[in-house]
Nanobody
Framework: QVHLVESGGGLVQAGGSLRLSCVAS????????MGWFRQAPGKEREFVAA????????YYADSVKGRFTISRDNAKNAVFLQMDSLKPEDTFVYYC??????????????????WGQGTQVTVSS
């Protein structure tokens, strides 16, 4: 059974940093594109960042570009999201996801096959 488990969320003041982690079990992420999405209550889940299977390509939503950094460690079966210069509008539940199909759009949530349970990030002003 596949599990993606996120951790590292919490409450932080504006301007602060958090580092999210996602560890996979039952799935070897080395052949998967990995992504981070976020969602507010009653809203659509939105793309944040994605990283290719070998870490050679990274993609970001415009809203987080220059502040967030996605990385992966295939040996640890893990993906990370370093979030700096956090703003109150970054307050969401953050989800890790794995996408098997290399060619499908990394920013489309429906293209991802496996999801974590989410971790809450709250940024206070």
């Amino acid at each position: 059974q596949v599990h993606l488990v996120e951790s590292g969320g919490g409450l932080v003041q504006a301007g602060g940093s958090l580092r999210l982690s996602c560890v996979a079990s039952g799935l070897t992420i080395s052949t998967y594109t990995m992504g981070w999405f976020r969602q507010a209550p009653g809203k659509e889940r939105e793309f944040v960042a994605a990283i290719s299977w070998d870490g050679g390509n990274k993609y970001y939503a415009d809203s987080v570009k220059g502040r967030f950094t996605i990385s992966r460690d295939n040996a640890k079966n893990a993906v990370f999201l370093q979030m700096d210069s956090l703003k109150p509008e970054d307050t969401f539940v953050y989800y890790c996801a794995a996408k098997r199909n290399f060619y499908s759009d990394y920013a489309v949530r429906q293209n991802y096959d496996n999801w974590g349970q989410g971790t809450q990030v709250t940024v206070s002003s």
